[in-house]
C-alpha cells in the first residue's frame, strides 16, 4: 500500500511538467549522483535497460512522464528483466520529473 501512495504522489507531481523545463546537465548529474548510472548507460543495456530503450518503448504514450517518475521513485522488476530497480525514495517530486524527461529524451548530454 505505502508503494501505491508513493507512486500515485509521484504521477500527481510529474503532471506538472512542462515537455522544455528539462535541464540535461543538471540530469546527467542527478543519475550520477543517484547511482543510476551503475546500472544504465544511455545507449546501452548494462544491469538495467538503455536509457534510449526507455525512451523507445515509452515514445507516443502521453503518460510516460508519470510512469517514468513513478518507476524511478518506487522501483521495480519486471518491466525489462528479473533484475530488480532499486526505489529512489529520497528524490523530490522536481528530480523525479527531471530525471524522467531526461530519460525519456534520450538521456541527452546537452
Given amino acids: 500500500m505505502k508503494m501505491l501512495i508513493a507512486a500515485a504522489t509521484a504521477v500527481a507531481a510529474v503532471s506538472a511538467l512542462p515537455a522544455h523545463a528539462m535541464d540535461a546537465a543538471a540530469a546527467k548529474a542527478l543519475a550520477t549522483k543517484s547511482a543510476c548510472m551503475a546500472c544504465h548507460a544511455v545507449d546501452r543495456k548494462l544491469v538495467g535497460p538503455a536509457f534510449k530503450d526507455v525512451a523507445a518503448k515509452h515514445k507516443g504514450q502521453a503518460d510516460a512522464p508519470e ?17 530488480p530497480m532499486p526505489p529512489q525514495p529520497g528524490l523530490k517530486d ?10 525519456l529524451a534520450g538521456a541527452p548530454d546537452k
Avoid at 510512469?67 to 533484475?83: C, E, F, M, Q, T
Avoid at 522536481?94 to 530519460?103: I, N, Q, S
Wanted: without cysteine; positive net charge; glycine residues 14%.
Fill in 94 to 103: 522536481d528530480e523525479l520529473r527531471l530525471l524522467a524527461a531526461w530519460v
Fill in 67 to 83: 510512469k517514468v517518475a513513478a518507476r524511478i521513485k518506487s522501483g521495480g522488476s519486471g518491466l525489462y528483466g528479473p533484475v
